[in-house]
């Protein structure tokens, strides 16, 4: 029978490789597979945030300066530095191939955490290795690690300090350890701003227990609240300060979303089901049966955290902030999918909790464990077949444009829908833009400043100056702050992002579709589904003076 522990320091065994042989054996099978899955020298998407943590790594770098990306390091300092700092130290910043092995690395770790928490909370290596491996055959598992960034390093810390926090801490515990469970919060916290959620989590087990006890908490189980926010606090002063509040910017539009669309509720909970129904299928689009399957298993973890709660555990607390944090800040699909990464095998534990509770209650115990069983093994069935597409496409290895690196299976976004045609034509999107900016170094003459609304892009992966073009100016000011700024060329794509004010628009039908006459296409990659996915213009200087001599 599977038994739930209290909260509280977990009895320890002693070691023997015997008992978790199971465990080495899916391990055996992991590391390889994981370095080939991770193995690529470019980056994975356009849409995500790894070129952002890439150039505040090279900020961040004591070894060597990039003096091309460095302006625009201040733009990024919002995200938190043990992310870009293990970048620098695993020369990731400068090699993407280093990148892409430091990220794998951070999940190999994670999945040995999964087994140790699921180990702990469901007593014993059986049930842990079960866990773990239905961990290992979610495609979010996979698709999470595919982008340089910082969920798979998260997962570690947030289970690193839920473990320690289980078999260490007490109420009346040494100092040691409340400091080394401090350090570990902080760097979650350190890692991913929504590590706030672990923080909240233990302020609440800590209230908790004082009021239950009435006695106030001793200095000493402060520290790790106090410890986080404190070391915070240090990298907010020291980071590259930006023009505009990205905090304020981004809490300002959560609320204002919140108040003026009284549909949102609604988004977040279809957003929230969408993308923990892609954990398990790659694309929420699947029939009903497998919903209401994925569904149950979601509401149960949910239930399993709320059982948690009421015994006051800190894992259950975590699970139920980070939750709540997720609904009010409202993300796409694919986005939610990604921020669930670190939740999922949780919510997979917690599932097993509030099953084995029901058992219990209705006093089936002797159902548990084939009951249990069977359960894993279904819904391992009908995972199966979505990470089995996983590992086909990763071996897609052919071109998608000729004369460039990137293939369908190096991009993010062919993994991220069922459908293979689909899915491949939006990975040749997203290739074809990025593999424009990488070219811009043959493309443009030495020194020549390159202007987009993400210069950083065109820094990093171009090896050009860069200068921000923004979604507000109208031409007028375009063509000022191009002679402002020195520009000789301008970027034109399809796919874009944000501009460095947080503002969206179409940059593409402002330059390509009705250019100014002072600007000339110099290269123009297509595909299939677009003539011009990608155009480099060139600045003809006396064509834009003229056009300002006559300001129209």
Known sequence: MIQLPSEGPAARRPF????????????????PATIAFSWQEVIASLGDDS???????????????????????????????LFPLLLVFTGGAYNLLAAHLAVAACALLALFLVYRYAALRLAGPGAAVLVALLFLLTPSAWVSIRSILSEPLYLSLTLAAIIYHDRRVDEDGVKGEFIVFGLLMAAAYLTRVAGIALIVAYAAHVAVRAIGGRKLPSPWTLVPVILPLALAGVWLVLRPQPEVDNYRLTLGGILEHWLSDPTVAATSVESLFGGWMASFTGDSGVGSSMR???????????????????RNRLDSWYVLASLAMLFLWVFPEDNTRRLLYPLLALLLVHAAEAFASACAYLQKSWLQRPALFAGWAFVAMMTVPATLLVGEKALDREPLIPGFAYSASSMTEYYTRVNVAQARALARRHATVLAGLGSLDRQTPPGSRVMWIRPEYVALLGRRPGSAWYYGWDRLALAREIVRTGTGYLVAARLFKSDLAGQDGDA????????????RPVMVIATDDAPQEFVLLEVDR???????????
């Open 292 to 310: 209401l399957l994925f569904g149950a298993v979601g509401i149960m973890g949910v239930a399993g955290a709320l059982l948690g709660a009421r």
């Open 51 to 81: 070129v952002s943590y890439l150039t505040l790594a090279r900020y961040l770098s004591p070894f060597s300066s990039d003096p091309l990306t460095a302006p625009w390091a201040k733009f990024h300092s919002h995200f938190p530095p």
């Open 16 to 31: 023997s490789w015997r008992r978790h042989r199971a465990f080495l054996i899916l391990l055996a099978f992991a590391v």
């Open 542 to 552: 006396a064509a834009l003076d003229l056009y300002l001599q006559k300001g129209s």
């Open 508 to 519: 593409f039908a402002a330059l390509a579709v009705s250019p100014a006459p002072y600007l």
